[in-house]
């Protein structure tokens, strides 16, 4: 079998669910902007869920409510506002492009240490 073509388009749902997806199976308390960029990579065909995912069952975890981290829901709420407020709308190319870099800084920010 070949290997997949990576997804022109993504559904912004999609990315949020994966995303909430991929922080659950890892046992964070929050979504992340690296969950969120991980979600990207899965759903666009450049890594497999079990590339990213953790090894924490979400039985472990039932119950326990998932937070997101402050800045990436400023970044979500804005993105979904930008889509329209459509739960359908797709990000293809340039904005798909756009929302990595912006999540990639959120990302970079995260790790540093702090001072």
């Known amino acids: 079998m070949g290997q997949a073509e990576p997804a022109d388009a993504l ?4 990315i949020l669910t994966t995303a ?3 922080a659950r199976s890892r046992g964070a308390d929050a979504v992340a902007a690296v969950h969120v960029l991980d979600a ?7 890594a497999v869920a079990d590339d990213v ?9 039932a119950g326990a409510g998932l937070a997101v981290e ?4 400023v970044l979500t709420q804005r993105w979904f506002a930008r889509l329209g ?3 359908g709308a797709q990000l293809e190319g340039k904005q798909l492009g ?6 990639e800084a959120l990302a970079g920010e995260t790790s540093r240490p702090k001072s």
């Open 11 to 14: 559904r912004f749902l999609d």
């Open 20 to 22: 909430s997806s991929i």
């Open 40 to 46: 990207i990579a899965v759903l666009a065909g450049v």
């Open 53 to 61: 995912s953790g090894s924490v069952s979400p039985l472990a975890r």
């Open 70 to 73: 402050a800045r990436v829901q």
């Open 85 to 87: 407020n459509e739960a």
């Open 98 to 103: 756009e929302l990595r870099r912006e999540l």
